[in-house]
T-cell receptor
Framework: AQTVTQSQPEMSVQEAETVTLSCTYD???????LFWYKQPPSRQMILVIRQEAYKQQNATENRFSVNFQKAAKSFSLKISDSQLGDAAMYFCAYQSYNTDKLIFGTGTRLQVFP | GAVVSQHPSWVICKSGTSVKIECRSLDFQATTMFWYRQFPKQSLMLMATSNEGSKATYEQGVEKDKFLINHASLTLSTLTVTSAHPEDSSFYICSALTTGTSGGRSTDTQYFGPGTRLTVL
Protein backbone atom coordinates (compact mmCIF):
# COMPACT_ATOMS: atom_id res chain seq x y z
CA ALA A 1 0.00 0.00 0.00
CA GLN A 2 1.11 3.52 -0.72
CA THR A 3 1.93 5.93 2.09
CA VAL A 4 2.66 9.64 2.22
CA THR A 5 4.79 11.19 4.94
CA GLN A 6 5.09 14.85 5.86
CA SER A 7 7.69 15.05 8.60
CA GLN A 8 7.27 18.74 9.39
CA PRO A 9 4.13 19.34 11.50
CA GLU A 10 4.80 23.08 11.49
CA MET A 11 6.91 25.52 9.55
CA SER A 12 7.25 29.27 9.65
CA VAL A 13 8.56 31.84 7.21
CA GLN A 14 9.01 35.57 7.05
CA GLU A 15 6.97 37.45 4.51
CA ALA A 16 8.77 37.72 1.14
CA GLU A 17 11.12 34.87 2.04
CA THR A 18 11.22 31.36 0.61
CA VAL A 19 10.17 28.19 2.39
CA THR A 20 10.27 24.52 1.43
CA LEU A 21 7.82 21.91 2.68
CA SER A 22 8.90 18.28 2.60
CA CYS A 23 6.99 15.22 1.47
CA THR A 24 8.10 11.67 0.94
CA TYR A 25 6.06 8.75 -0.25
CA ASP A 26 6.34 5.02 -0.59
CA UNK A 27 5.10 3.10 -3.58
CA UNK A 28 6.01 0.19 -5.80
CA UNK A 29 4.24 1.75 -8.75
CA UNK A 30 6.12 3.41 -11.56
CA UNK A 31 3.33 5.66 -12.80
CA UNK A 32 1.39 7.96 -10.51
CA UNK A 33 0.51 11.57 -9.75
CA LEU A 34 1.46 13.80 -6.86
CA PHE A 35 -0.36 16.85 -5.56
CA TRP A 36 -0.04 19.65 -3.07
CA TYR A 37 -3.26 21.00 -1.61
CA LYS A 38 -3.62 24.03 0.63
CA GLN A 39 -6.22 24.25 3.41
CA PRO A 40 -6.51 27.79 4.85
CA PRO A 41 -8.45 28.54 8.04
CA SER A 42 -11.67 28.51 5.99
CA ARG A 43 -10.94 24.77 5.54
CA GLN A 44 -11.53 24.95 1.79
CA MET A 45 -9.07 22.58 0.11
CA ILE A 46 -7.33 24.33 -2.76
CA LEU A 47 -5.22 22.63 -5.41
CA VAL A 48 -1.76 24.18 -5.46
CA ILE A 49 0.18 22.05 -7.89
CA ARG A 50 0.09 18.73 -9.73
CA GLN A 51 3.01 16.58 -10.86
CA GLU A 52 3.04 13.57 -13.13
CA ALA A 53 5.59 10.98 -12.11
CA TYR A 54 6.64 10.18 -15.65
CA LYS A 55 7.61 13.79 -16.30
CA GLN A 56 11.16 14.72 -15.35
CA GLN A 57 10.38 18.42 -15.37
CA ASN A 58 9.30 19.89 -12.06
CA ALA A 59 5.87 21.51 -12.05
CA THR A 60 5.55 25.22 -11.31
CA GLU A 61 2.59 27.49 -10.66
CA ASN A 62 3.59 31.11 -10.22
CA ARG A 63 5.33 31.34 -6.81
CA PHE A 64 4.90 27.62 -6.15
CA SER A 65 7.28 25.00 -7.49
CA VAL A 66 8.15 21.44 -6.64
CA ASN A 67 11.35 19.45 -6.42
CA PHE A 68 10.36 16.00 -7.58
CA GLN A 69 12.98 13.32 -6.99
CA LYS A 70 11.46 10.08 -8.23
CA ALA A 71 14.30 7.78 -7.21
CA ALA A 72 14.30 9.22 -3.70
CA LYS A 73 10.47 9.28 -3.64
CA SER A 74 10.56 12.87 -2.54
CA PHE A 75 8.18 15.67 -3.54
CA SER A 76 8.90 18.97 -1.81
CA LEU A 77 7.01 22.24 -2.32
CA LYS A 78 8.86 25.54 -2.54
CA ILE A 79 6.97 28.75 -1.92
CA SER A 80 8.84 31.84 -3.09
CA ASP A 81 8.12 35.41 -2.01
CA SER A 82 5.85 34.16 0.77
CA GLN A 83 2.71 36.15 1.44
CA LEU A 84 0.49 36.37 4.50
CA GLY A 85 -2.23 34.63 2.52
CA ASP A 86 -0.01 31.57 2.15
CA ALA A 87 -0.56 30.73 5.81
CA ALA A 88 -2.44 27.42 5.83
CA MET A 89 -2.19 23.68 6.24
CA TYR A 90 -0.46 22.09 3.27
CA PHE A 91 -1.21 18.51 2.36
CA CYS A 92 0.84 16.34 0.05
CA ALA A 93 -1.17 13.67 -1.77
CA TYR A 94 -0.50 10.61 -3.93
CA GLN A 95 -2.71 9.20 -6.66
CA SER A 96 -2.11 5.93 -8.47
CA TYR A 97 -2.34 6.02 -12.26
CA ASN A 98 -5.10 3.40 -12.25
CA THR A 99 -7.30 4.94 -9.58
CA ASP A 100 -8.48 8.44 -8.82
CA LYS A 101 -8.26 8.00 -5.04
CA LEU A 102 -5.98 10.37 -3.17
CA ILE A 103 -3.78 9.32 -0.27
CA PHE A 104 -2.97 12.30 1.92
CA GLY A 105 -0.07 13.03 4.21
CA THR A 106 -0.65 14.35 7.71
CA GLY A 107 -0.10 17.96 6.68
CA THR A 108 2.27 20.80 7.50
CA ARG A 109 1.00 23.97 9.11
CA LEU A 110 2.71 27.00 7.60
CA GLN A 111 2.83 30.27 9.46
CA VAL A 112 3.85 33.46 7.70
CA PHE A 113 5.16 36.33 9.79
CA PRO A 114 5.15 39.96 8.63
CA GLY B 1 -13.56 26.80 -13.36
CA ALA B 2 -13.90 23.54 -11.35
CA VAL B 3 -16.05 24.92 -8.56
CA VAL B 4 -17.63 22.57 -6.05
CA SER B 5 -20.23 23.60 -3.49
CA GLN B 6 -21.53 21.93 -0.37
CA HIS B 7 -24.70 22.52 1.54
CA PRO B 8 -25.17 23.12 4.36
CA SER B 9 -21.89 24.61 5.53
CA TRP B 10 -22.73 23.70 9.09
CA VAL B 11 -25.50 21.76 10.80
CA ILE B 12 -26.45 20.92 14.37
CA CYS B 13 -28.80 18.04 15.00
CA LYS B 14 -30.09 15.91 17.83
CA SER B 15 -28.84 12.42 18.44
CA GLY B 16 -30.87 9.85 16.52
CA THR B 17 -31.84 12.11 13.65
CA SER B 18 -30.61 11.94 10.06
CA VAL B 19 -28.73 14.65 8.23
CA LYS B 20 -28.26 15.07 4.49
CA ILE B 21 -25.27 16.89 2.98
CA GLU B 22 -25.23 17.91 -0.67
CA CYS B 23 -22.21 18.19 -2.93
CA ARG B 24 -22.55 19.90 -6.29
CA SER B 25 -20.16 20.48 -9.15
CA LEU B 26 -21.19 23.90 -10.41
CA ASP B 27 -19.41 24.31 -13.71
CA PHE B 28 -18.57 20.78 -14.79
CA GLN B 29 -20.05 17.31 -14.79
CA ALA B 30 -18.61 14.77 -12.41
CA THR B 31 -19.15 11.08 -12.89
CA THR B 32 -17.16 10.48 -9.75
CA MET B 33 -17.25 12.29 -6.43
CA PHE B 34 -15.55 11.47 -3.15
CA TRP B 35 -16.56 11.93 0.47
CA TYR B 36 -13.99 12.57 3.17
CA ARG B 37 -14.07 13.05 6.89
CA GLN B 38 -11.62 15.30 8.72
CA PHE B 39 -11.13 15.36 12.47
CA PRO B 40 -9.65 18.48 14.11
CA LYS B 41 -6.00 19.03 13.22
CA GLN B 42 -5.90 15.81 11.25
CA SER B 43 -5.70 14.81 7.63
CA LEU B 44 -8.55 13.84 5.34
CA MET B 45 -9.85 10.31 5.56
CA LEU B 46 -11.56 8.93 2.48
CA MET B 47 -14.95 7.48 3.35
CA ALA B 48 -16.35 6.49 -0.01
CA THR B 49 -16.29 6.95 -3.76
CA SER B 50 -19.57 8.05 -5.30
CA ASN B 51 -20.28 7.05 -8.88
CA GLU B 52 -23.16 8.49 -10.88
CA GLY B 53 -25.83 5.91 -11.55
CA SER B 54 -24.27 3.15 -9.49
CA LYS B 55 -23.64 2.16 -5.91
CA ALA B 56 -20.98 3.92 -3.91
CA THR B 57 -17.78 2.15 -2.98
CA TYR B 58 -16.98 2.42 0.72
CA GLU B 59 -13.57 2.29 2.34
CA GLN B 60 -12.82 -0.38 4.87
CA GLY B 61 -14.32 0.37 8.26
CA VAL B 62 -16.96 2.80 6.99
CA GLU B 63 -20.52 1.71 7.76
CA LYS B 64 -22.54 1.64 4.56
CA ASP B 65 -25.87 1.70 6.37
CA LYS B 66 -24.89 4.69 8.44
CA PHE B 67 -23.42 6.84 5.69
CA LEU B 68 -25.77 6.61 2.74
CA ILE B 69 -24.48 8.01 -0.52
CA ASN B 70 -26.54 8.81 -3.57
CA HIS B 71 -25.14 10.15 -6.84
CA ALA B 72 -28.29 10.72 -8.84
CA SER B 73 -26.96 13.16 -11.41
CA LEU B 74 -23.69 14.24 -12.96
CA THR B 75 -23.59 17.32 -10.76
CA LEU B 76 -24.97 16.15 -7.42
CA SER B 77 -23.95 13.63 -4.78
CA THR B 78 -25.51 13.44 -1.33
CA LEU B 79 -24.26 11.97 1.93
CA THR B 80 -26.88 11.11 4.53
CA VAL B 81 -25.71 10.42 8.05
CA THR B 82 -28.44 8.20 9.47
CA SER B 83 -29.29 7.98 13.18
CA ALA B 84 -26.50 10.40 13.95
CA HIS B 85 -24.67 10.18 17.28
CA PRO B 86 -22.18 12.54 18.92
CA GLU B 87 -19.26 10.46 17.64
CA ASP B 88 -20.37 11.31 14.09
CA SER B 89 -19.62 14.96 14.77
CA SER B 90 -16.92 15.95 12.33
CA PHE B 91 -16.03 18.00 9.27
CA TYR B 92 -17.22 16.33 6.08
CA ILE B 93 -15.67 17.30 2.75
CA CYS B 94 -16.62 16.24 -0.73
CA SER B 95 -14.62 16.44 -3.92
CA ALA B 96 -15.59 16.13 -7.56
CA LEU B 97 -13.35 14.65 -10.19
CA THR B 98 -12.63 16.45 -13.43
CA THR B 99 -11.59 14.02 -16.12
CA GLY B 100 -9.75 14.32 -19.39
CA THR B 101 -6.59 13.54 -21.26
CA SER B 102 -3.70 15.54 -22.58
CA GLY B 103 -1.07 14.00 -24.77
CA GLY B 104 -2.57 10.60 -24.08
CA ARG B 105 -2.20 11.09 -20.35
CA SER B 106 -4.93 11.41 -17.75
CA THR B 107 -5.54 14.86 -16.34
CA ASP B 108 -8.00 13.66 -13.70
CA THR B 109 -7.96 16.00 -10.72
CA GLN B 110 -10.10 16.31 -7.60
CA TYR B 111 -11.59 19.67 -6.69
CA PHE B 112 -12.98 20.09 -3.23
CA GLY B 113 -16.08 21.59 -1.72
CA PRO B 114 -15.85 23.98 1.25
CA GLY B 115 -16.88 21.31 3.74
CA THR B 116 -19.75 20.79 6.17
CA ARG B 117 -19.33 20.92 9.92
CA LEU B 118 -21.69 18.47 11.61
CA THR B 119 -22.37 18.68 15.32
CA VAL B 120 -24.56 16.02 16.90
CA LEU B 121 -25.92 16.87 20.34
Amino acid sequence: AQTVTQSQPEMSVQEAETVTLSCTYDTSESDYYLFWYKQPPSRQMILVIRQEAYKQQNATENRFSVNFQKAAKSFSLKISDSQLGDAAMYFCAYQSYNTDKLIFGTGTRLQVFP
Amino acid sequence: GAVVSQHPSWVICKSGTSVKIECRSLDFQATTMFWYRQFPKQSLMLMATSNEGSKATYEQGVEKDKFLINHASLTLSTLTVTSAHPEDSSFYICSALTTGTSGGRSTDTQYFGPGTRLTVL
